[in-house]
């Protein structure tokens, strides 16, 4: 199944786009030469700094929250593709006030996507997570109820509407905000030890970069509520911290095991069995299609599946797995790791 690639966009709103990703964006857009660019935040500080990095006239700031339909619908107005990215996205945070979690995740979630429907949108891409895949935790709860919302309404609206939602799901970013690449390089530069939890887990390992390509992906190819997975190498945790020390050039660095935070899992999923039983897969990606079955089961029962039991889950377990020289070169692509390598060789120097 295929779509035609769509015109570039006229004009973009990206929500949290003063987040890791929606930054990233922004300058992928900008450098693309769309001719407007709106970022809703409730982040005024961040907000200010963006504008004084960038001074750029093409970006226009709205101050608001997607908790309050008002101001997504003004940030909202004459828009042409919306990237929704703004949510709550800490586990330990979610676990503790599962509520906020749930205003943001989900009733947020659904000021954005009925008012890019109202708006007459033509694209609407939701960012997702593995953690809504098999949840343990309430931030992951909350992003599957969200994957599940926006294909709720995707399925009411029909492949004829005025507005085509799809969504992405992808896993850790490295060296994004809040994420433990970072927590370890300042461990290791202020000479603490590396806390780990648990060293078997593997965690995907997705640049942002390629998160940034996946996005893209969806707005270019997607049908009415497609959810597209990008397809990752993982590792340990302990492999990754050894590629880091290896980086850093600190082989007797001390490693922490702190054990399990709050809803942790062994290794994350990205799609289940169930789900690629009805999936295309797109070389780099997964392209899973939404169930467009009604209440009416009966016709469906007499059948019933038998594709799902050949299939296994996608997750960080059975993945490619890369080694630590692997990891290493993976780092090193990175330009914010690169230039702390860098810093600390020249200063070791």
């Not at 409730?42 to 309050?68: F, S, T």
Request: glycine letters at 6%; one cysteine or more; a negative charge.
């Amino acid at each position: 199944m295929t779509s035609p690639t769509p015109r570039p966009p006229a004009s973009v709103l990206i929500t949290g786009g003063t987040g890791s990703f929606g930054k990233t964006m922004l300058r992928e857009l900008l450098d693309n030469g769309v001719p407007e660019i709106r970022i809703l935040s409730r982040d005024e500080e961040k907000q200010d700094a963006l504008r004084n990095a960038l001074r750029d006239n093409r970006v226009r700031y709205y101050i608001g929250d997607v908790r309050d339909r008002a101001s997504v619908d003004r940030a909202m107005r004459g828009i042409d593709c919306v990237f929704h990215a703004a949510a709550l996205k800490q586990v330990p945070s979610c676990e503790f006030f599962p509520i906020e979690a749930v205003r943001t995740n989900i009733l947020g979630s659904e000021n954005v996507i009925r008012s890019a429907v109202a708006s007459g949108v033509r694209s609407l891409v939701c960012l997702s997570t593995d953690k809504a895949v098999f949840p343990v935790n309430a931030m992951g709860m909350s992003k599957a109820m969200m994957e599940k919302l926006a294909q709720s309404i995707a399925r009411d609206i029909g492949p004829g509407a005025d507005t085509t939602i799809s969504l992405v799901r992808y896993g850790n970013v490295m060296y994004s905000r809040g994420s433990a690449i970072p927590l370890f390089v300042r461990q290791i530069k202020d000479g603490t030890p590396i806390t780990v939890t648990e060293p078997t887990m593997t965690r995907f390992l997705m640049p942002l970069r390629d998160s940034v390509a996946l996005v893209k992906h969806a707005f270019e190819h997607a049908n009415q509520g497609d959810l597209f997975v990008k397809k990752a190498p993982a590792s340990t945790i302990l492999d990754l911290v050894e590629a880091l020390k290896q980086l850093f050039e600190v082989p007797d660095h001390p490693v922490e095991i702190i054990g399990w935070r709050h809803a942790e899992k062994l290794y994350e999923t990205l799609a289940s069995a169930q789900e690629l039983a009805k999936s295309e897969d797109m070389d780099a990606y997964f392209r899973i299609l939404m169930d467009e079955r009604d209440l009416n089961y009966k016709a469906y029962f007499s059948e019933g599946e038998t594709e799902t039991a050949q299939r296994e889950d996608y997750h960080s377990h059975n993945t490619e797995r890369l080694d630590i020289e692997g990891i290493k070169s993976l780092l090193m692509t990175l330009p914010e790791l690169a230039a702390e390598v860098a810093e600390w060789q020249g200063r070791a120097r």
